[in-house]
């Protein structure tokens, strides 16, 4: 598990007066300014963020050291990290990306398909990117109860029923 897990991104600018856009990946999305000081993805550069408003597709948002449009443009894409222990516990059955992306997933035989590579989300619900273990290119399942009714975060593996039609 990594001590980092992304919160949030800079989706652009907010007017002309160095707010920027951004998407919060919080439940609440307001509580990411509760987990601050946020960071980049290296950890070298750190932010405070005030919210401002709501705006279509997120946050109205001041960043600390951003004044102008110019800068806010610039950190368009900027993903945002929070220290874990700065988030809030889950529940067993709920987990953060970061957690899952390097599990082993093994089938109901014990057999191991491949790794997950990636969590993907693009609107309905989450997708494992797995990288197959036979090298061949990479497949995408659903992260759901039925498919993968197992998580085992402690011997970093998880357990995939795999559909039919995926194998």
């Known amino acids: 598990m990594t001590n980092k897990i992304c ?7 907010f007017g002309v007066m160095g ?3 951004l998407k919060s990946f919080c439940a609440d999305p307001e ?7 946020l960071t980049n993805e290296e ?6 963020i005030k919210i401002t408003r709501s705006v279509a597709g997120g946050l109205g948002v001041r960043m600390s050291g951003v004044s102008t449009k110019e800068e806010a443009d610039a950190l368009k894409g900027l993903r945002l990290f929070a220290d874990r222990s700065k988030l809030p516990s889950l529940p067993d059955d709920e987990f953060y990306h970061a957690d899952l992306i390097g599990l082993n997933a093994h089938d109901t035989g014990g057999v191991l398909l491949g790794k997950v ?9 989450d997708l ?7 090298g061949k290119s990479t497949q995408m399942i659903p992260f759901t109860m039925a498919v993968v009714p197992t998580v085992d975060l402690k011997s970093a593996r998880l357990v ?4 039919e039609g995926l194998d």
């Open 7 to 13: 919160v949030g991104a800079v989706s652009g600018s």
């Open 19 to 21: 707010e920027v856009r």
């Open 31 to 37: 509580a990411i300014a509760a987990y601050g000081p």
């Open 43 to 48: 950890g070298t550069r750190s932010y405070t």
């Open 117 to 125: 590579i990636a969590v993907h989300n693009h609107g309905a619900g």
């Open 128 to 134: 494992l990117e797995l990288q197959p273990a036979n």
């Open 160 to 163: 995939v029923d795999m559909p």
